[in-house]
Structures are given as structure tokens and as C-alpha cells.
């Protein structure tokens, strides 16, 4: 009779022994399944979240108009003071308010927030496709000035911007430098890391070419003789190095030149002619410290 080895068969590894370990690789599999998906529902609800607080922002800027919604997040901006000009016809007729210190020899020229205000909207109606509306002003305080608007390109948005203007300390090459405190989208505060970015990347570069050129024209001058800004109450005061009383003194001399002249050498002077002048004509003016070369540059005011 043939034996039968039971041990062999008991050590045999049943039919089903590999069933037994695919839950484990099922569970491993969703898990990982589950992590994914996880990942990509987190993703999804930050983008959404994102899309979400760009629109309401873009409300709250005035950008677009959303029923209900605008209502909600969306308030009407005013300007911290608002600039009424009556009579428009007064500021073109009005001399320049400015006084002469004899001392410092300066010359302070005073300008309204009124005034100023009305020299934008003056240029904003001469231009064809202005980038701002009428309702465009300047609110000047202490140290600090607003201008308030309502931009119309690219995008309709009320913009309301305040900074702070301060004169240059000792080393620095820029004759001022400015703080951007509020820069306002609609009812829309822009942080102040965005902001001091924007400055940093737009307001340095459009700054640099002013510095250069103004630097390039004062490199010769005393530094007693940069112009100065103040900015005090509802009003913009521009301290300049001119000697009104030289100015005048040197017209005065110069009248008298040209009275006794003969006509031949008043014509050449009425018609700008400098370089046919007689040379007693030419001796005579640099006495009074006019040179032919500055009398050339009037031609460039020449109506004609």
C-alpha cells in the first residue's frame, strides 16, 4: 500500500494564502489614494478661495458693480477735504502770490490747494483723452499731501494718494525724498508692503531721470540755492533762489541802454538781432552783466 505523507500536505500553503495579504495592499493604495485627493481638494479650495477674495476686492474697489454684493462691500470714496472753486475766472485773472526776503535773498512763491487744484483740472479739460475726470483735486496739510481722483484709463477706479515729502539729509543725492502713507483703490486700502514695493519699482524709476537732470543743472550751484518745498496748512510755499531786487535793478539798466541807443540799434534789439550789434552796443550790456549768448535764449520766447 502507498504511504501518505500527511506532513507534506499540511505543509503545503493553502490555495487562498495570497488572498489573505491583498487587503493590506488595497488599504495601502487608498490610502494613498485618499492623500492625493486630499491634496488636490486643499488646492482646489485655496484657488477658489483665492478667486473668491479677488472678486470681492475688485468689489470693494469699485471696479465692477455687483448687486447686493456692492452694497455690501463697496463704499463711495471722499477726499479728506473736498476743493470747491467758484469762480474759475479769479484764479486766471490772480497774480502769483510771492515775497522777497532781502536777507536770504530767496524768493517764496505760495500756492493754494485751490490754486493747485485748479492748474490740474485746467490741463485735464485741454487734453483730448485725459487719464483723469474733473473731479480730480489736492488737499495739502502739514507735511503731507492728497491728491484724490477718479481715474478713467485703463480701468474706472477712484485713487486717493497721500505722502509725506521730506528734505534730503546730509549724503543724499536727491534734493527730496517721499513717503507713500495711503494708497486707496476705491474703498480699497493697499497694504503697505504693496505699496512700498510699487514706489520702489515705478516711483524710483520715474524719479531717477528728474534727479539726473536736476542734479546735472544744480552741480554748479550753491546748495543754499536748491529750491525748497514746504507743505503747511491748505497751502504749497516754493522757496526759490531768485533776487527779485537784481532782476529789477537789471531791467531798469537796461531801459536806459537801449533809450540811448539809436534807432538803427533798438531795431536790431526789437527784433532779436544780436549778433549784427555794434560792438559799443555789445560793451555797454555786459556792464549791466548781459552777455550776447544769454540774450540768444529769448528767441526761444519769441512768440513768433
Given amino acids: 500500500?502507498?504511504?501518505?505523507?500527511?506532513?507534506?500536505?499540511?505543509?503545503?500553503?493553502?490555495?487562498?494564502?495570497?488572498?489573505?495579504?491583498?487587503?493590506?495592499?488595497?488599504?495601502?493604495?487608498?490610502?494613498?489614494?485618499?492623500v492625493k485627493?486630499?491634496?488636490?481638494?486643499?488646492?482646489?479650495?485655496?484657488?477658489?478661495?483665492?478667486?473668491?477674495?479677488?472678486?470681492?476686492?475688485?468689489?470693494?474697489a469699485g471696479i465692477i458693480e455687483v448687486p447686493i454684493l456692492s452694497q455690501i462691500f463697496y463704499r463711495v470714496p471722499t477726499p479728506s477735504r473736498l476743493i470747491v472753486i467758484n469762480n474759475p475766472e479769479s484764479?486766471?485773472?490772480?497774480?502769483?502770490?510771492?515775497?522777497?526776503?532781502?536777507?536770504?535773498?530767496?524768493?517764496?512763491?505760495?500756492?493754494?490747494?485751490?490754486?493747485l487744484t485748479f492748474v490740474i483740472r485746467q490741463n485735464l479739460a485741454k487734453q483730448k483723452e485725459p487719464r483723469f475726470a474733473q473731479n480730480t483735486q489736492v488737499v495739502i496739510s502739514d507735511g503731507e499731501i492728497e491728491f484724490f481722483g477718479l481715474l478713467l484709463r485703463p480701468i474706472a477706479v477712484n485713487i486717493t494718494l497721500k505722502a509725506k515729502v521730506f528734505k534730503a539729509e546730509a549724503g543724499e543725492k536727491a534734493p527730496?525724498?517721499?513717503?507713500?502713507?495711503?494708497?486707496?483703490l476705491g474703498d480699497l486700502n493697499l497694504p503697505p508692503s504693496l505699496i512700498d514695493w510699487l514706489a520702489h519699482k515705478y516711483g524710483q524709476k520715474a524719479g531717477a531721470k528728474y534727479n539726473s537732470i536736476y542734479l546735472n543743472r544744480i552741480s554748479n550751484l550753491d546748495k543754499s540755492k536748491i529750491?525748497?518745498?514746504?507743505?503747511?496748512?491748505?497751502?504749497?510755499?516754493?522757496?526759490?533762489?531768485?533776487?527779485?531786487?537784481?532782476?529789477?535793478?537789471?531791467?531798469?539798466?537796461?531801459?536806459?541802454?537801449?533809450?540811448?541807443?539809436?534807432?538803427?540799434?533798438?531795431?536790431?534789439?526789437?527784433?532779436?538781432?544780436?549778433?549784427?550789434?555794434?560792438?559799443?552796443?555789445v560793451e555797454k550790456l555786459k556792464e549791466i552783466g548781459l552777455t550776447i549768448d544769454q540774450l540768444k535764449k529769448l528767441k526761444g520766447l519769441n512768440p513768433k
Fill in 176 to 184: 527730496y525724498s517721499y513717503q507713500i502713507t495711503q494708497l486707496k
Fill in 227 to 281: 529750491p525748497l518745498i514746504e507743505l503747511k496748512e491748505g497751502k504749497l510755499i516754493l522757496k526759490l533762489a531768485i533776487d527779485i531786487e537784481a532782476i529789477q535793478s537789471r531791467t531798469l539798466n537796461l531801459f536806459k541802454i537801449v533809450s540811448q541807443l539809436d534807432k538803427a540799434e533798438q531795431e536790431k534789439l526789437n527784433n532779436l538781432d544780436f549778433d549784427n550789434l555794434a560792438t559799443t552796443t
Fill in 91 to 115: 484764479f486766471i485773472q490772480k497774480s502769483a502770490n510771492f515775497q522777497y526776503d532781502q536777507t536770504t535773498k530767496m524768493t517764496s512763491i505760495e500756492l493754494t490747494e485751490e490754486e
Fill in 37 to 60: 485627493t486630499n491634496c488636490f481638494f486643499l488646492i482646489g479650495f485655496l484657488f477658489i478661495f483665492i478667486l473668491v477674495l479677488l472678486f470681492v476686492m475688485i468689489i470693494k
Fill in 1 to 34: 500500500m502507498a504511504r501518505i505523507n500527511f506532513k507534506e500536505e499540511n505543509s503545503l500553503p493553502p490555495k487562498d494564502f495570497k488572498s489573505k495579504f491583498n487587503p493590506l495592499k488595497k488599504e495601502r493604495r487608498t490610502k494613498r489614494r485618499s
